[in-house]
T-cell receptor, first 113, second 111 residues
């Protein structure tokens, strides 16, 4: 158990809709990362927050946004969903801004129909 | 730019050693990681190595790093059927800190 929790586990929604994925980092971790895993793109970094502030941005679409709250949990908002957004979305956390142990949650499987 | 490459598939017999290889292009990589993903599951951090190290051993796992050739390997001793999974190599830098993943190596262990 990595200590990182994500909800929901599965999400099925229709094109054009908006969803929110939630992540609670491991206790004591200040950094939260979001990744997308799909068959054609593999594991892609989306965005990182550190102690409530955006720290790094990757291949995140404009239709997607994220935030980290004062209690350090994070939410990833996906809007105007397309079929191609169907993927596994992982949250990860680490203790600082730098490397060392980066632990992943179990993921949220999003299916857009 | 950053790129991480891995062979796609490895098949071994139970009890043999497995060696999964990875090459990366970014010489400023600071940390290199190995993650395991079982079917339908998340990513489990197996081990990581700092770029100033050549080797790291953790029970059945041995990580070797050749920084000159930008080559990383993961050796699993006495491979078991429970080791069957996809193994991802990843690199990161100290700051800015995104992980860049390889495509993953499917390890199949035959009993």
């Amino acid at each position: 158990d990595s200590g990182v929790t994500q909800t929901p586990k599965h999400l099925i929604t229709a094109t054009g809709q908006r969803v929110t994925l939630r992540c609670s980092p491991r206790s004591g971790d200040l950094s939260v990362y979001w990744y997308q895993q799909s068959l054609d793109q593999g594991l892609q970094f989306l965005i990182q927050y550190y102690n409530g502030e955006e720290r790094a941005k990757g291949n995140i679409l404009e239709r997607f946004s994220a935030q980290q709250f004062p209690d350090l949990h994070s939410e990833l908002n996906l809007s105007s969903l397309e079929l191609g957004d169907s993927a596994l979305y992982f949250c990860a956390s680490s203790g600082g801004t730098g490397g060392t142990s980066i632990n992943f949650g179990p993921g949220t499987r999003l299916t857009v129909t | 730019g950053e790129d991480v490459e891995q062979s796609l598939f490895l098949s071994v017999r139970e009890g043999d050693s497995s060696v999964i290889n990875c090459t990366y292009t970014d010489s400023s990589s600071t940390y290199l990681y190995w993650y395991k993903q079982e079917p339908g599951a998340g990513l489990q951090l197996l081990t990581y190595i700092f770029s100033n190290m050549d080797m790291k051993q953790d029970q059945r796992l041995t990580v070797l790093l050749n920084k000159k050739d930008k080559h990383l390997s993961l050796r699993i001793a006495d491979t078991q059927t429970g080791d069957s999974a996809i193994y991802f190599c990843a690199e990161s830098m100290l700051y800015g800190n995104k992980l860049v993943f390889g495509a993953g190596t499917i390890l199949r262990v035959k009993s």
